[in-house]
């Protein structure tokens, strides 16, 4: 099923996974913003909520904790018990004050040595993953892009080396896979369980042996003069590594895609290396990986004209909030040169993506890589999105990487 052909875009359940995974929602969001940017949704399922898909509306919603609180759950089809069980002590369904003392103190692993380190991490797993997807010619992008953030994120935790195959595998089924109503399948939730055992494990190591990671950082750390207590280590250690893996895996892909779709920016890319920045922010806004994030209005407000009460569900869809056509000239188009690019991936606010800056430069290293030693990009097999409407992103993308020395290029 599409929705490009579809008459009346309100008949449209634009939370449904089926429709992010194999539909159009493009005109659906584009539809919305002209027409009923703040609108209200009551799913199959009976789940009511507001959907809003104008960027100025979506910075409203994110930027006032007060009014907008994310201590009910921040997506669609989660669990409520779980949400409720996790608020105050998970970070991103945390509101401030609380959070921002939460967040300083993984924040305070962030120095000089440990960023120089998770460079030169990065720049080690990327060019191992793309020395074997040369040698093979054809690949699977979304297991080479994989590897990136997953090692980073575990180096950041202070996971071991060995066991990063073992996170990557598990983050994939326990963020990824949905039921038929957008809820976690019973894989997830059982993938979910063996994370959260493995992080119980790796505290206790952490409090006999403490290192220069966040799980040590979460172990030593203290909120109004309390230390946290392991179910708020494993909380936060479980958003980190969620937040961590997807955003960059599923940009990657979809950046390397949109590349492939136009070869001239792809040259561009390659000789002028001064455009990777744009590049980076503009693969950012294309992808939207976070497709939406949720808030529950705290007290009754107006936005754009609409009545919020106090107690109900409003929805942010980033990836229509990134394609306003207000903020953003031509947002359907591809512009690795995009500036100014005011995009919402990383959220706004005090939730401001915590690892945004280290995302970027995932991404950054990642296309240097690519463009010094990839002459050309072609499609050579299946695309298959995941089938989620918080996910935006992909379960396979399979493409040729034609190597620069094999075309007589220079490096670019």
């Known amino acids: 099923m599409t929705t490009s052909d579809l008459v009346d875009p309100t008949s449209v359940d634009v939370a449904d996974p089926q429709l992010h995974s194999e539909g159009d929602l493009l005109p659906v969001w584009r539809w919305m913003r002209r027409n009923d940017p703040v609108r209200w949704n009551v799913r199959p399922n009976g789940v009511a909520y507001w959907s809003v898909s104008t960027h100025a509306e979506a910075v409203r919603v994110l930027r006032d904790s007060k009014t907008f609180s994310s201590e009910r759950g921040m997506r669609l089809g989660g669990d409520l018990r779980a949400a409720e069980a996790a608020s105050r002590k998970m970070l991103i369904v945390t509101d401030p004050p609380r959070h921002g003392a939460i967040r300083r103190i993984i924040s305070s692993v962030f120095t000089a040595r440990t960023v120089h380190r998770l460079e030169q991490n990065m720049r080690q797993t990327v060019t191992a993953s793309l020395d074997q ?17 997953v090692s980073v994120i575990c180096d950041l935790l202070g996971v071991p080396r060995k066991d990063w195959d073992f996170m990557l595998d598990r983050t994939t089924v326990a963020f990824g896979a949905v039921d038929e109503q957008g809820a976690p399948a019973v894989a997830a939730v059982e993938a979910h369980a063996e994370i959260l055992l493995y992080y119980s494990e790796l505290v206790q190591q952490r409090r006999r042996d403490p290192r220069e990671d966040v799980v040590t950082a979460l172990v030593q750390g203290e909120v109004d003069g309390k230390p946290l207590s392991d179910e708020e280590i494993f909380l936060n250690c479980d958003g980190l590594i969620s937040g961590g893996n997807e955003t960059t895996r599923h940009a990657a892909v979809g950046g390397l895609l949109a590349l492939a779709a136009d070869p001239d920016q792809w040259h561009s890319l390659r000789a002028r290396p001064e455009l990777l920045p744009t590049a980076v922010d503009e693969i950012l806004r294309w992808t939207s990986p976070g497709a939406h994030t949720l808030r529950t209005a705290t007290r009754d407000t107006e936005l754009a004209g609409r009545k919020i009460l106090a107690g109900q569900s409003v929805v942010v869809w980033g990836l229509s909030a990134n394609r306003d056509e207000s903020v953003f000239d031509e947002p359907d188009v591809f512009r690795i040169d995009r500036k100014p690019n005011r995009h919402l991936t990383f959220g706004h606010g005090a939730h401001y993506c915590l690892g945004g800056a280290l995302a970027m ?38 493409v040729a990487l034609e190597p620069a020395a094999a075309s007589g290029e220079g490096l670019g």
Request: glycine fraction near 8%; proline fraction near 4%.
């Open 133 to 149: 997807a040369l040698e093979d010619g054809t690949c699977d992008f979304v297991q080479v892009a994989s590897r990136l953030p």
């Open 361 to 398: 430069n995932e991404l950054r290293v990642l296309y240097e890589e690519l463009t010094r030693r990839v002459a050309g990009v072609q499609m050579a097999g299946p695309v298959r999105r995941v089938r989620s409407n918080h996910i935006a992103g992909f379960e396979e993308a399979v």
